[in-house]
């Protein structure tokens, strides 16, 4: 038999035993409900690696160029962060800068991240508030193929979006650019619709035409993205032919003040051998 004393001993030993495995059990729990320090850096870096848009910004009483595109505006090619052609263009403009793009994006594509088309990829700027001088969308090739009358719709709805909410806003389209010497019906068609909706739903709306105008620049080995010396062009000529475009329009002391820097810079720019892309010409605007 044991007696009270002993029954004393047993109580007490499992009382302890019972606390210690709580404390083991309340341990291992917590780390099941709350990821370690690695996992949690993991999950930020992996959300980092996305955003939404990249803003450049200084002076407020600067003027600001908005770019929505896919992968020639995400700067595919540049080989830097600050040698895409939208951020060499906002430079020799002197001009603040916000860009939101996916590669593989279109007026109708959703792209490489899932996320466009272009309507949504507008939807992450704050576009009532920022209230851009310029916003050029950069796109088409993606849609090559895609059908012509839905491509058609949602490119006079987009540039209607964008009037809607900024309606002070000068709208640019840059449009199909094409791999050097592949250049395919299919392609020239998306263009033609593409230029031809974006003139209906803004009669003043400034086309930049890499097809019709015959952009010859330098590209990285898939024959089809610029190198940093043809994002350097891209941007160049942009400078140039966006400049007469918002000069013949009156936009403002501002804007006339960063102009001529600009096309001085942009003249300066070294081009590819065997450049020869052209003069704007009034093929470029629907009178």
């Not at 389209?173 to 974006?198: C, K, N």
Request: charged letters at 15%; hydrophobic letters at 50%; a positive charge.
């Amino acid at each position: 038999m044991i007696g009270d004393d002993g029954v004393r001993v047993w109580l007490i030993v499992g009382v302890v035993g019972l606390l210690a495995l709580c404390a083991v059990l309340g341990t291992a729990l917590s780390g099941l409900g709350a990821p370690s320090r690695a996992t949690a850096a993991a999950a930020t870096s992996v959300g980092a690696a996305r955003p939404a848009a990249v803003v450049t910004a200084s002076s407020l009483s600067r003027p600001l160029i908005a770019v929505v595109g896919a992968s020639f505006a995400a700067g595919v090619g540049a080989g830097a962060p600050g040698a895409s052609w939208p951020k060499q263009l906002s430079r020799m403009l002197g001009w603040r800068l916000v860009v939101s793009a996916d590669s593989g994006a279109g007026f109708v594509a959703r792209g490489a991240y899932r996320r466009g088309p272009f309507a949504r990829l507008l939807g992450r700027l704050p576009l009532g508030r920022l209230r851009p001088t310029v916003l050029l969308v950069q796109g088409g090739h993606n849609d090559v193929g895609r059908p012509l009358g839905l491509i058609e719709a949602q490119v006079g709805d987009l540039i209607g979006l964008i009037h809607h909410e900024s309606p002070a806003t000068m709208v640019g389209v840059v449009t199909v650019f094409s791999p050097a010497g592949q250049l395919s019906a299919a392609a020239r068609a998306t263009d033609a619709v593409i230029v031809a909706s974006a003139r209906r739903a803004d009669p003043s709306v400034l086309i930049f035409d890499p097809l019709r105008e015959n952009w010859r620049f330098g590209r990285v080995g898939d024959g089809l993205h610029p190198s940093a010396a043809g994002h350097r062009w891209i941007a160049s000529l942009l400078a140039r032919q966006l400049c007469g475009d918002l000069l013949a329009h009156a936009t403002g002391p501002a804007v006339s003040r960063s102009c001529a820097p600009a096309r001085a810079v942009a003249a300066r720019a070294p081009r590819p051998a065997g450049d020869a892309s052209p003069a704007r010409t009034g093929e470029i605007r629907a009178g």
